[in-house]
């Protein structure tokens, strides 16, 4: 039934545009692929089982963001099930509170560190501190690269693959514009793979023909203070030809409401917010109530968190990284209740609690 609502909006933009109908159709069907229900596990099936009783720090960028604060949740509820301790130290979206709770977590001396969400490059004199130390590293979102990130001594950088992500939400954007879209891309330059994304979308859009009307960076940690009057004057500046607000995180879509609001816009009207991840609650509630989001391509952040655990498991008994990365998929309103989307996250119904536990012995 998912797969039919997808398919017949992917009919009615088609026809809707003919001229330019070949190009909508091969941009929503590969956004179609990943807007399916993930009833398969495709990770690992096999690992060293728990290592017993060890304490982790979580070194949170913002416990504010719905990613972070979503891949935390899922941290904790994975360190449960293996048995250890984990204390989460909130960097309150700032470099320098970042950096005191490294240093916290360093007078902690843990037994393993999970870095959740802010660039290795920022904290890397404290990264090698805790290299020398041997405390073993795992992160989310710490780079652009999965898996592996020797040069920042992590043993691992857990992610779906941002560039997919990024190319999803360029296209969804470039077929529901009807091949014409007028696009402003919201980022931060603090973050290497922030700028990567979008990079990517930028590169997407143009390349099918879409125009980017500006390539905005402005910080994560300041969106509430920063978007309502950004919003203001990128309406009045482009007035209907912009289309499509894509982002590099929801987050920039919680402060946008209010402002598109007040210049008459409908909550279902352009532009239209589409994040490139991470697929937020705040979002969910947005896409299901028509209420300035059309669409976030949303990473497991619960899975995540429960393959960092699994990595760092990986580390502390001294074997190779898990090889796996994460799925993402396209949430729009005609899919919001597949995957977990009753409780307002992308939870996909792959077993992936019970396949890690097996494999911890748990």
Not at 9 to 25: C, E, K, V
Not at 102 to 117: S, T, V
Not at 232 to 260: C, E, V
Not at 278 to 305: C, F, K, M
């Given at each position: 039934?998912?797969?039919?609502?997808?398919?017949?909006?992917?009919?009615?933009?088609?026809?809707?545009m003919p001229a330019h109908a070949d190009a909508i159709?091969?941009?929503?069907?590969?956004?179609?692929?990943?807007?399916?229900?993930?009833?398969?596990?495709?990770?690992?099936?096999?690992?060293?089982?728990?290592?017993?009783?060890?304490?982790?720090?979580?070194?949170?960028?913002?416990?504010?963001?719905?990613?972070?604060?979503?891949?935390?949740?899922?941290?904790?509820?994975?360190?449960?099930?293996?048995?250890?301790?984990?204390?989460?130290?909130?960097?309150?979206?700032?470099?320098?509170?970042?950096?005191?709770?490294?240093?916290?977590?360093?007078?902690?001396?843990?037994?393993?560190?999970?870095?959740?969400?802010?660039?290795?490059?920022?904290?890397?004199?404290?990264?090698?501190?805790?290299?020398?130390?041997?405390?073993?590293?795992?992160?989310?979102?710490?780079?652009?690269?999965?898996?592996?990130?020797?040069?920042?001594?992590?043993?691992?950088?857990?992610?779906?693959?941002?560039?997919?992500?990024?190319?999803?939400?360029?296209?969804?954007?470039?077929?529901?514009?009807?091949?014409?879209?007028?696009?402003?891309?919201?980022?931060?330059?603090?973050?290497?793979?922030?700028?990567?994304?979008?990079?990517?979308?930028?590169?997407?859009?143009?390349?099918?023909?879409?125009?980017?009307?500006?390539?905005?960076?402005?910080?994560?940690?300041?969106?509430?203070?920063?978007?309502?009057?950004?919003?203001?004057?990128?309406?009045?500046?482009?007035?209907?030809?912009?289309?499509?607000?894509?982002?590099?995180?929801?987050?920039?879509?919680?402060?946008?409401?209010?402002?598109?609001?007040?210049?008459?816009?409908?909550?279902?009207?352009?532009?239209?917010?589409?994040?490139?991840?991470?697929?937020?609650?705040?979002?969910?509630?947005?896409?299901?109530?028509?209420?300035?989001?059309?669409?976030?391509?949303?990473?497991?952040?619960?899975?995540?968190?429960?393959?960092?655990?699994?990595?760092?498991?990986?580390?502390?008994?001294?074997?190779?990284?898990?090889?796996?990365?994460?799925?993402?998929?396209?949430?729009?309103?005609?899919?919001?209740?597949?995957?977990?989307?009753?409780?307002?996250?992308?939870?996909?119904?792959?077993?992936?609690?019970?396949?890690?536990?097996?494999?911890?012995?748990?």
């Amino acid at each position: 039934m998912l797969k039919s609502a997808l398919a017949v909006s992917i009919l009615a933009l088609t026809a809707a545009m003919p001229a330019h109908a070949d190009a909508i159709s091969d941009a929503m069907a590969e956004v179609q692929k990943y807007a399916g229900e993930k009833t398969a596990w495709d990770g690992p099936t096999s690992g060293p089982t728990a290592a017993s009783a060890k304490k982790v720090v979580v070194l949170a960028a913002d416990m504010k963001n719905g990613g972070i604060l979503g891949v935390t949740n899922g941290i904790e509820e994975a360190a449960a099930k293996i048995g250890w301790d984990v204390t989460v130290l909130d960097g309150a979206g700032s470099v320098q509170s970042r950096a005191g709770a490294f240093g916290q977590a360093l007078a902690l001396k843990p037994d393993g560190i999970i870095i959740n969400g802010f660039d290795a490059v920022e904290q890397q004199a404290a990264l090698k501190q805790a290299c020398d130390a041997g405390i073993p590293m795992v992160s989310w979102h710490a780079g652009p690269v999965i898996g592996p990130d020797p040069a920042n001594c992590l043993f691992a950088n857990v992610s779906t693959d941002a560039m997919e992500v990024s190319a999803a939400a360029g296209k969804w954007a470039f077929a529901d514009a009807g091949g014409k879209p007028g696009v402003v891309i919201f980022t931060d330059s603090t973050y290497a793979i922030a700028i990567a994304k979008a990079d990517k979308i930028k590169e997407t859009i143009e390349k099918l023909g879409g125009t980017v009307l500006e390539y905005v960076d402005t910080p994560i940690a300041d969106t509430s203070n920063r978007m309502p009057t950004l919003t203001t004057s990128l309406l009045q500046k482009y007035g209907a030809s912009w289309t499509h607000a894509l982002a590099i995180n929801d987050i920039y879509f919680d402060f946008m409401g209010p402002s598109l609001a007040a210049a008459g816009i409908p909550g279902d009207g352009a532009p239209k917010a589409v994040a490139a991840g991470d697929g937020s609650e705040s979002a969910y509630q947005r896409i299901r109530s028509d209420q300035y989001q059309a669409v976030t391509v949303a990473e497991p952040l619960n899975l995540q968190g429960w393959q960092l655990i699994d990595e760092l498991n990986r580390a502390v008994s001294k074997v190779e990284w898990s090889g796996y990365t994460s799925p993402l998929h396209v949430v729009t309103k005609a899919n919001i209740s597949s995957d977990g989307g009753d409780k307002n996250i992308f939870d996909p119904g792959n077993g992936y609690r019970d396949q890690y536990a097996k494999i911890w012995g748990k």
